[in-house]
């Protein structure tokens, strides 16, 4: 066994009070030196009402392994939950972590080949397992794993999904629908339109669209079935350096 599994290991034998603020660090040491981070800010909302319903913030930045680090926030109704995030050069991930301290939720899990292990509290109830998957990319947020598909020009990817309602895995597959202009913050902007949606008999139950920039690859825009769109609302870059 090597050094970082090694480590890994013997972190989820720690007690949930002292892992809270140990991931952060083991997650760190996988990832190497973090630079200058890309700092998203995005809004939920009816597009019939204009009601917001949450909204979320995320940063973004490359690390010296050549991957990246993302910190997720969301927050509904008072309470936040929090997801980071250990990408490789390709936006797929490889480890991540939950916590949503009131739901007693603080979870991590890890890519290993084919499987991916989970461990920690969910929902107040200890959580251990392995889900088999194939060599398919897992994008536990396609917002920020499809980014290099669309950068990619490629019509079709398929991938691995992660549902964290239910800690399972579904086969997943986006469309890439071609350029268009859409308005994001009362401007226009050039975007790439994503379809993706469950890759089995479930389609028809789940579909979302996506739009990223076409210029970078950035996610923009998404639209539910429900008529609610999430929107980028401002971004902003933070310089920083190993």
């Known amino acids: ?28 040491m996988f990832a190497g030196p973090v630079f200058a981070a890309h700092v998203l800010y995005y809004k939920t ?3 019939g009402t204009g009601e917001i319903f949450n909204r979320f913030h995320c940063s973004i930045a490359r690390n010296s392994s050549g991957g990246y680090q993302v910190h997720w926030v969301i927050e509904e109704n008072g309470i936040a939950t929090e997801v980071d995030y250990a990408l490789n050069e390709n936006f797929e991930t490889m480890r991540f972590r939950v916590v949503n301290l009131p739901e007693q939720t603080d979870y991590v899990g890890e890519r290993r080949n084919n499987y991916i292990f989970i461990r920690g509290q969910f929902k107040g109830k200890k959580v251990e397992h392995g889900i088999e998957i194939d060599a398919r990319p897992l994008y536990y947020n396609p917002k920020i794993g499809l980014t290099a598909f669309v950068q990619s020009g490629r019509k079709e990817e398929k991938f691995w999904g992660f549902q964290n309602r239910e800690l399972k895995v579904y086969p997943m597959k986006a469309t890439n629908e071609g350029p268009e202009t859409i308005s994001v913050g009362g401007r226009d902007v050039e975007a790439i339109k994503v379809h993706w949606t469950v890759d089995d008999f479930r389609s028809a139950f789940f579909k979302r669209t996506y739009w990223f920039r076409q210029a970078d690859g950035l996610y923009l825009k998404q639209k539910s079935s429900d008529g609610t769109f999430r929107e980028l609302v401002s971004e902003e870059r933070q310089s920083g350096a190993p």
């Open 1 to 28: 066994m090597n050094l970082p599994k090694k480590i890994f290991e013997g972190f989820l034998r720690l007690r949930a009070v002292r892992r809270i603020a140990a991931i952060s660090v083991l997650l760190w």
């Open 45 to 47: 909302y009816h597009s």
